[in-house]
């Protein structure tokens, strides 16, 4: 299955702005109550700043022509009322929703996070870490800033040009004609434009992806840039990835601000429209000067929100195309599905392949029609030139990747039907680049093992004796408090592997998978190791993956890994003799 979200936006046919405004309602679908609170808090203050043009007018007309001023301050201290309740709801619709933006964000987040945890490991093969984290990070602050600062002015825009427009009409239909037809030009621009907008934010939010991608990959191989003095390639890279955000960014703000001055434009020709119309009509008596007064305002009221539309509709674009990156990660599903349970035989093997075959997205066949069985209790060994497909054989093992024909069973059962707990319970798997936590030693041994979460440093100390595994744990100087910073960074890569191989000796799997686990560590802690592997439960499986043949003298079988093939290799001479052929014939 191609996980690859950038192929898949390509792929996919983008949806409208109607349809992925309906999806983000759907997942703020709690937030009814403070966002129907929001909108009423919003028309309040949008009326109120509505009828305060009209009551200028009826009292310019009322009191001010007719040197009425007693009129004039009690229509004054009315306005000023109006105008603090004015005060009191801008705050109150700030707060509320300020409040939805935050939760929304922290609702998207935790979606997005949660997702991610569901997705298989061919998803995070095919996507940059740097792009994710900006989707998680960025775009969803993109969305929480809609939401909290813009909708609001957004709503109270249009709500404010409602009631100006019904205003213009309903005081006189012939000018208020006059004045909104600038505004059916402006609605026609602006959905022609629109799609164009998004793209560009889109085009722009992808490239802070990668240029997100590009600074975590030089920060996460750091080491090797200075060790083969390679500063030069990064920097050009990362030269390349910042000009490439620098001209899509330039080109989104450009398209951005595209509507400001076209909006300003035909609202200064409304407002030349009402007054020159408004003056004839003065001059033939069929309007008079505080209905003018009155009518301007209503204009200004009219075109002033489309012009603070104008920026807050490309605020609303940037959203929208953040929250299409957001949604692809969404709406995927992980193709390791679990199947109907299924009855096993007794007496089955401990794991069996029957006529697998195996090839990554987009790529060729690795592993072709490949049948053999392991035995409980048995320790087997998986050797042969680099390529050949042994850690392939064994992340399916371990349902790291569905095969993509045939089966593997787990205790004569389709691995399939097993729980994701269940299964890391009974397989356990030491990776060549084991991951660490920041945290302590003991954060990072119980990692993912329920069973012994709650044990205090004295119990787990306990536990760890009798595991035999004392005397690994004694290289590290703090012992089970002993920091570890992020991805164990400060660690050797022996000792990260030391803290993987305690981590999954605890889980008591029962099928234990050691791909190239000691390739890093040094003999003396390599014979501990050893020694330790010989006091496991004896109903354990062990698959040691190795290019060392001291690690593979003592397996039960030997199976030659090479071109997609898996046989047995029979006797430990002939496997070395073959797996001496394969390194030259490769």
């Known amino acids: 299955m191609n996980y690859n979200l950038n192929k898949l936006a390509d792929d996919k046919k983008k949806p409208s702005t109607i349809a992925s405004l309906k999806r983000l309602l759907q997942l703020i679908a709690n937030e009814r109550r ?28 009322t009191y001010v022509v007719t040197k009425r001023y ?25 707060k509320l929703m300020g409040s939805v933006g935050q939760r929304l964000l922290f609702t998207l987040r935790n979606a997005i996070f949660n997702k991610l945890q569901q997705l298989p490991v061919a998803f995070f093969n095919q996507n940059k870490a740097g792009d994710l984290i900006s989707r998680v990070n960025n775009d969803t602050d993109k969305l929480n800033q809609f939401f909290s600062q813009a909708l609001t002015q957004f709503i109270s825009s249009i709500a404010t040009m409602t009631g100006a427009g019904i205003f213009l009409l309903v005081i006189h239909v012939e000018l208020g004609l006059a004045a909104l037809c600038p505004a059916a030009i402006i609605l026609v621009f602006t959905k022609i434009i629109s799609p164009w907008l998004k793209k560009k934010n889109a085009v722009n939010l992808k490239s802070v992806g990668g240029m997100s991608a590009e600074i975590q990959e030089s920060l996460d191989n750091f080491k090797v840039i200075v060790a083969f003095n390679r500063r030069d390639y990064f920097r050009k890279r ?27 434009l035909f609202s200064s020709l409304a407002q030349l429209v009402v007054l020159t119309f408004g003056i004839y ?22 075109y002033n929100p489309l012009r603070q ?22 709406s995927l599903e992980t193709n390791l599905t679990i199947i109907q349970k299924e009855t096993s035989t007794m007496n089955n093997p401990v794991l069996e392949f029957k006529h697998v075959h195996f090839a990554y997205p987009g790529g060729k066949e690795i592993l072709h029609d490949i049948n053999f069985s ?49 299964r890391s319970q009974k ?49 590290f100087d703090g012992g089970l408090e002993t920091q570890v910073s992020s991805n164990g960074d400060d660690l050797s890569l022996g000792l990260k592997q030391v803290i993987a191989f305690i981590r999954a000796v605890l889980r008591n799997p029962d099928v234990l998978i050691l791909d190239e686990a000691t390739a890093n560590i040094d003999t003396v802690t390599e014979q501990l190791l050893e020694k330790i592997l010989q ?23 030997i199976f030659f890994v090479n071109l997609g093939e898996v046989t047995r290799a029979g006797s430990f001479n002939e496997a070395v003799e073959r797996l001496m052929h394969g390194k030259s014939a490769s």
């Open 34 to 61: 403070p966002l129907l609170l929001a909108l009423i808090v919003i028309l309040v203050n949008s009326g109120l700043n509505l009828l305060g043009p009209y009551l200028i007018g009826h009292t310019i007309d």
């Open 70 to 94: 007693h009129g004039v301050l009690v229509f004054s201290a009315i306005l000023l009322s109006m105008y603090l309740i004015v005060l009191l709801t801008s705050y109150l619709q700030t």
């Open 238 to 264: 990362f030269d390349e990835a910042n000009r490439a955000n620098y001209r899509t960014a330039i080109q989104a703000g450009l398209a951005n601000n595209i509507f400001l001055p076209v909006y300003s």
């Open 281 to 302: 009509l003065i001059s033939k008596g069929q309007f008079t000067v505080g209905l003018l007064v009155s009518y301007l305002a209503y204009c200004v009221s009219f």
């Open 309 to 330: 539309l104008a920026s807050l509709w490309s605020s609303f674009q940037v959203a929208m195309a953040g929250w299409d990156r957001i949604s692809q990660i969404l």
């Open 374 to 422: 392991l035995e409980s209790g048995k320790t087997y060994a998986l050797v042969g030139p680099t390529g050949g497909g042994k850690t392939t054989a064994a992340s399916l093992m371990a349902r790291l990747y569905d095969p993509t024909a045939g089966t593997v069973l787990l205790n004569g059962r389709d691995i399939r039907t097993f729980e994701a707990a269940e």
């Open 427 to 475: 397989i356990g798997f030491i990776l060549q680049e084991p991951f660490l936590f920041s945290g302590t030693v003991k954060e990072n041994i119980l990692y993912g093992n329920p069973a012994y979460q709650d044990y205090s440093g004295e119990q787990l100390q306990e536990l760890v004796q009798a595991k035999g595994l004392g005397e690994l744990l004694s290289i």
């Open 535 to 557: 006091q496991l439960p004896q109903e354990t499986t062990l698959v040691i993956i190795a290019h060392r043949l001291n690690t593979i003298e003592n397996a039960d079988e």
